[in-house]
């Protein structure tokens, strides 16, 4: 009898345990840099991005896990279904065409600047106007406004493989300008004395981001694109970008 009891008080809490939460799949790029990311161990532990997905995955109800790939790797990814969101993307960044299902609402505004180093350009540049400048850039970003001018080799790449190295290199002296984000590049100076601090020159592009869907999702869609405008709708999004500015 006693043994029926404790069978039976046994399967009662089971059947009380909540259920595990669903996982929800992120896409990371590992050449994301701070404040968007930071890093321990190699997986995301902090930053304005990882908080923004943190928060998506709490209103999804889902238990986030984070995919870290490298740059060229992350839209194969996306399409192929192998997680269920990339977020702090643009669709005019993604080679396949997206349909309006798989774009969620506008989320973060990111800034791109021309930054020069101690002693570099101190005026806006035409940058039209220039004869093979080199320009620091991130391996394997592609830059929709400036693209013409790298194809007429009127600017020529310097690649580095995440902005933090873009960074180090203009801080170097071996390139005389780079293309980086404006939080990214704030972010540096604060970490360096002000005679080391890097300047912005001149905004080189505003871009809209979303979080895009994969091409198979293991959570429903419509929950994703729920969770998502709730993230939105409730201020969280604003919150956040506020409060790393």
Same mark, same amino acid.
């Given at each position: 009898m006693a043994g029926?009891?404790?069978?039976?008080?046994?399967?009662?809490?089971?059947?009380?345990?909540p259920a595990e939460k669903p996982v929800l799949r992120f896409i990371v790029g590992e050449d994301?840099?701070?404040?968007?990311?930071?890093?321990?161990?190699?997986?995301?532990v902090g930053g304005l991005?990882?908080?923004?997905?943190?928060?998506?995955?709490?209103?999804?109800?889902?238990?986030?896990?984070y995919v870290m790939l490298p740059p060229k790797r992350t839209q194969p990814a996306l399409h192929a279904g192998q997680a269920d969101l990339m977020c702090m993307?643009? +669709?005019?960044?993604?080679?396949?065409? %997206?349909?309006? @299902?798989?774009?969620?609402?506008?989320?973060? #505004? =990111? /800034?791109?600047?021309?930054?020069?180093?101690?002693?570099?350009?101190?005026?806006?540049l035409d940058l039209a106007a220039q004869r093979?400048?080199?320009?620091?850039?991130?391996?394997?970003?592609?830059?929709?406004?400036l693209g +013409?001018?790298?194809?007429?080799?009127? %600017?020529?790449? @310097?690649?580095?493989?995440?902005?933090?190295? #873009? =960074? /180090?290199?203009?801080?170097?002296?071996?390139?005389?300008?780079?293309?980086v984000d404006r939080l990214v590049l704030a972010q540096y100076n604060r970490g360096h004395p002000p005679a080391e601090a890097l300047r912005p020159l001149q905004v080189v592009s505003q871009t809209?981001?979303?979080? %895009?869907?994969?091409?198979?999702?293991?959570?429903?869609?419509?929950r994703l694109q729920q969770a998502l405008r709730a993230v939105v709708e409730r201020g969280d999004v604003a919150r956040l970008v506020q409060r790393y500015r």
């Open positions: 029926l009891l404790v069978a039976g008080a046994w399967l009662a809490a089971v059947q009380a345990a994301w840099a701070p404040p968007y990311l930071e890093l321990r161990g190699g997986r995301p991005a990882f908080e923004l997905m943190e928060q998506v995955a709490r209103a999804a109800d889902a238990r986030p896990v993307m643009a +669709p005019k960044w993604v080679v396949e065409p %997206l349909g309006s @299902d798989r774009v969620g609402p506008p989320m973060v #505004v =990111l /800034e791109d600047v021309l930054a020069v180093g101690r002693g570099g350009l101190t005026r806006p093979g400048l080199r320009v620091g850039t991130v391996l394997g970003y592609h830059y929709q406004e +013409p001018l790298f194809d007429a080799g009127q %600017l020529v790449r @310097d690649d580095a493989v995440t902005q933090q190295g #873009v =960074l /180090e290199k203009l801080a170097r002296g071996r390139t005389p300008a780079a293309v809209v981001t979303h979080c %895009l869907l994969g091409g198979t999702t293991q959570l429903p869609a419509a």
